[in-house]
């Protein structure tokens, strides 16, 4: 995945097939389109160029929400409707696949009262790097500064990218916190 920032907006470009990539974009103007947006963002753009579309531009509203309760009674709650995970974080069906398999082993002990709990360990990683992520959002000196970091403490940002994805628990982040602190201050 590759993250584009403008003065406007954010760009993502996802491969997801040999000779196919979504392009997706958020920004805080709900009346900015695709094309408006790959003007604030050239490089992006130039890689595009030759690209033909293949589906209409759809949009939604995206945003973190927690909800008090995702159960009650025989009835619960999974996926966007369990709450959101902004979609800077890339991680909606990911996240709705992890809670479907945990809402399954609760149906499958007849108690879904432990749902509540996983619901919220599961959901914990994608909010904390949803707030993370939306930090830079109209910052350009800290996305500058961030980047700079990042190229001076490539392993920071792949122990980041491990943590994004779960493979890496946050307590091992201790240390890379300090050194991205300290490359934003010394950028």
Same mark, same amino acid.
């Given at each position: 995945? +590759? ?7 954010? &760009?993502?470009?996802?491969?997801? &097939? ?38 209409? +531009? ?23 409707? $369990? ?7 890339? +991680?909606?069906?990911?996240? $709705? ?20 709990? +996983?619901?919220?360990?599961? /959901? ?13 959002? &109209? ?26 994805? &779960? ?18 201050? /010394?950028?």
């Amino acid at each position: 995945m +590759e993250v584009h920032w403008g003065e406007r907006c954010q &760009g993502y470009a996802t491969a997801v &097939g040999d000779d196919l990539v979504c392009v997706a974009m958020a920004s805080h103007d709900p009346s900015l389109r695709v094309d408006d947006g790959l003007k604030e963002l050239p490089w992006l753009s130039a890689r595009l160029q030759d690209a033909q579309t293949v589906t209409t +531009e759809r949009g939604a509203v995206t945003g973190n929400r927690r909800l008090k309760r995702v159960w009650r009674g025989n009835v619960a709650l999974i996926g966007d409707a $369990a709450g959101t995970v902004d979609a800077i974080t890339g +991680e909606g069906l990911g996240l $709705a696949f992890s809670q479907a398999v945990a809402l399954a082993e609760c149906i499958e002990s007849g108690n879904l009262a432990p749902y509540q709990k +996983e619901q919220r360990r599961l /959901t914990l990683r994608p909010l904390l790097m949803a707030r993370l992520m939306l930090t830079l959002d &109209g910052r350009p000196r800290l996305q500058h500064r961030t980047l700079q970091a990042f190229q001076k403490y490539p392993e920071v940002f792949q122990r980041l990218l491990a943590l994004h994805v &779960g493979a890496l628990p946050p307590q091992k982040l201790v240390w890379d916190g300090v050194t991205l602190g300290w490359g934003l201050i /010394t950028a």
